[in-house]
């Protein structure tokens, strides 16, 4: 939702982030019933503390004042980040992922494999089935796929 409204900040954002060693992964302005939320998504190799968390909230407060919103959160994309940009598709090279198609392909709306690259508009993905060339603009969602096996389970 206005993606227009946060476009005017984002490139100052990023220098932001950037000079603070995290990477800008996303700014959204989505709407709910208890308001308008601005949230700034923001990570780094090690990942993401409340004190950055905290510390970036600071440092943009001023340029998020341009934007209409209610209530203004930073936090980190999570492990299971979406692939959105590029560099999120070289950094995930090899990885499983799990691709979510707007309208089914081949009658499947769910393919998951391992990525092999990103190649003229089309996510290269190898599937027990062989490889696929799934094109970008009918991916709804790329994620990876986050192997939990032998975490240790924590009674709280």
Same mark, same amino acid.
């Given at each position: &939702?206005? =993606?227009?409204?946060?476009?005017? @900040? $984002?490139? !100052?954002?990023e220098k932001i982030a950037a000079? &603070?060693?995290? $990477?800008?992964?996303? @700014?959204?302005?989505? =709407?709910? +019933?208890?308001?308008?939320?601005?949230?700034?998504?923001?990570?780094?190799?090690?990942?993401?503390?409340?004190?950055?968390?905290?510390?970036?909230?600071?440092?943009? %407060?001023?340029?998020?004042?341009? #934007?209409?919103?209610?209530?203004?959160?930073?936090?980190?994309?999570?492990?299971?980040?979406?692939?959105?940009?590029? !560099?999120?598709? $070289?950094?995930?090279?090899?990885? $499983? @992922?799990? @691709? =979510?198609?707007?309208?089914? &392909?081949?009658? /499947?709306? /769910?393919?998951?494999?391992?990525?092999?690259?990103?190649?003229?508009?089309?996510?290269?993905?190898?599937?027990?089935?062989?490889?696929?060339?799934? +094109? %970008?603009?009918?991916?709804?969602?790329?994620? +990876?796929?986050?192997?939990?096996?032998? #975490?240790?389970?924590v009674d709280l």
């Amino acid at each position: &939702m206005a =993606k227009a409204e946060t476009t005017a @900040i $984002e490139p !100052r954002c990023e220098k932001i982030a950037a000079d &603070m060693g995290f $990477e800008l992964v996303e @700014i959204a302005l989505e =709407k709910e +019933p208890t308001g308008k939320y601005l949230r700034f998504y923001i990570d780094r190799p090690e990942g993401i503390s409340l004190d950055d968390c905290e510390a970036y909230h600071k440092a943009v %407060r001023d340029l998020a004042d341009k #934007v209409d919103y209610d209530f203004m959160e930073v936090s980190s994309p999570g492990i299971d980040r979406p692939l959105k940009k590029d !560099r999120d598709f $070289e950094r995930n090279l090899g990885s $499983e @992922i799990e @691709i =979510k198609l707007f309208k089914a &392909m081949d009658g /499947v709306k /769910v393919i998951t494999g391992t990525l092999a690259g990103l190649e003229d508009g089309e996510i290269v993905i190898d599937t027990p089935d062989g490889e696929k060339r799934i +094109p %970008r603009k009918a991916a709804a969602i790329v994620k +990876p796929i986050v192997d939990m096996s032998g #975490v240790e389970e924590v009674d709280l």
